[in-house]
């Protein structure tokens, strides 16, 4: 185990998430597995599972309501935070205000009124907004769906990942199941890996997993 991490970064992520069947975190898994990251540990209620890659040893926390107050006393300052859905009351306002002061990265869904409360007046986190409104720093377009949504997803402004690449203004074409994956999902999970430094440039989720496909740059 010791070679494994030596030459590695440990990055620490959370996902705040309200969609059924966890689909954030079994997403991240997902394209992980895809982009040839091996599962060095899950644990029983699937909660926490941690990934080795070339660069980097992601370890992903699923961050349930029941559980919030549990990962704050543990103290864990994550690289990347991601929060999928613009209400909070579930998991309350404070200790989720606490929990982001310490983040490097927050992604967070921008449609609602209530995600802003999480910002500390001196917060230093790196703010990666999305979502359909026009000041989100990643948005939606050109949607074609039926039982398979067809999109691209807009990066506006530049961003850097966690080794400090810059990934200039581009926009990334995805297809995906409607019923398997939440748009809001989709969108958290792939700024996430970007933000690892993964090269996604287009990526197909369908019905079966068999035929997910994940292009990367040459």
């Known amino acids: 185990m010791r070679d494994i991490v030596k030459y590695r970064k440990t990055v620490f992520i959370g996902i705040i998430d309200s969609s ?10 997902e394209i992980l597995s895809l982009c040839n990251y091996y599962t060095l540990y899950e644990n029983s209620p699937k909660t ?10 992601p370890i992903i926390v699923n961050i349930r309501p029941e559980n919030i107050r549990a990962v704050e006393e543990l103290g864990i300052d994550f ?19 606490r929990i982001v002061s310490k983040t490097q990265y927050f992604i967070v869904n921008s449609d609602g009124d209530k995600w802003n409360k999480l910002l500390d007046d001196n917060i230093k986190s790196i703010i990666i907004t999305y ?51 939440d748009i809001y999902s989709a969108i958290a999970v792939i700024t996430c890996c970007l933000i690892l430094g993964m090269d996604i440039v287009t990526t197909e989720f369908s019905k079966s997993s068999r035929e997910n496909k994940l292009l990367k740059k040459s």
């Open 79 to 97: 690289d990347i935070l991601l929060l999928t859905f613009p209400y909070i009351e579930s998991y309350g306002e404070d200790v989720l205000k």
């Open 131 to 181: 979502g359909f409104n026009s000041k989100a720093t990643i948005t939606p377009s050109s949607f074609n769906s039926q039982d398979l949504l067809e999109m691209n997803i807009c990066f506006q402004r530049e961003i850097k990942t966690i080794e400090e690449e810059v990934i200039e203004p581009f926009e990334l074409t995805i297809k995906m199941d409607m019923v398997k994956i």
């Open 48 to 57: 926490i599972s941690i990934f080795c890659g070339d660069k980097s040893i």
């Open 20 to 29: 059924e069947g966890d689909s954030t975190y079994s997403l991240l898994k």
